[in-house]
């Protein structure tokens, strides 16, 4: 078996390096060995990370455990076809890697989201992990413009339905959220 763990990459205060040695041990534990364990860095269509920033980020002893690589939002040769997401037809798609992975777990910091409503680890999945189509579309006038698209709001919000079923259609199976005070630290 595969697994693959989606983390934010250093936009997002999410405390990874203290979140994905335990996921690690769990999925050694379940019988899925540090060599069949991917990292992906959920980078959208931001810029690449350095090796340097991976380690700040997760740790030294996690790069050095596993293989740890960026997604990549720009290259369609990367990309795996989800189909179209309600309720807007958002043309879905995530990394090959995520897709072709027998599990896929992600982290992620809960904090109000001025599109999702409350971000979190399927955002990482659904948005950091897709193709620049999806991000297009997702921040959109269609959306900005729909009344349901708000702060801290989840019922009746299709950013926050697309996002839920792009992680569904690329194998989210499950998320370790946090939510941080305002000095970073989990609570």
């Not at 991917?38 to 996690?62: C, M, N, Y």
């Not at 309600?86 to 897709?99: A, I, W």
Request: aromatic letters at 4%.
């Amino acid at each position: 078996a595969t697994a693959v763990i989606a983390v934010t990459d250093l936009t997002r205060a999410c405390p990874d390096a203290a979140l994905v040695p335990p996921l690690l041990d769990e999925l050694n534990r379940g019988g899925i060995a540090d060599e069949r364990i991917t990292i992906i860095v959920a980078v959208g269509i931001h810029r690449a990370t350095t090796d340097a920033e991976k380690r700040e980020k997760l740790g030294d002893g996690v790069v050095g455990r596993v293989r740890v690589v960026d997604s990549d939002g720009r290259d369609p040769s990367q990309w795996a076809d989800l189909g179209s997401i309600p309720p807007y037809g958002v043309p879905g798609s995530t990394q090959k890697l995520v897709k072709e992975a027998d599990l896929v777990v992600a982290t992620g910091i809960v904090e109000p989201h001025q599109y999702a409503g409350w971000s979190g680890g399927r955002k990482t999945v659904a948005i950091g992990c897709c193709g620049e189509p999806v991000i297009t579309a997702t921040h959109g006038m269609r959306f900005l413009e729909d009344p349901g698209v708000r702060l801290a709001k989840l019922e009746g919000n299709p950013f926050h339905e697309t996002v839920t079923e792009i992680a569904r259609r690329a194998g989210l199976r499950f998320c370790l959220n946090v939510v941080t005070d305002d000095r970073e630290r989990v609570v």
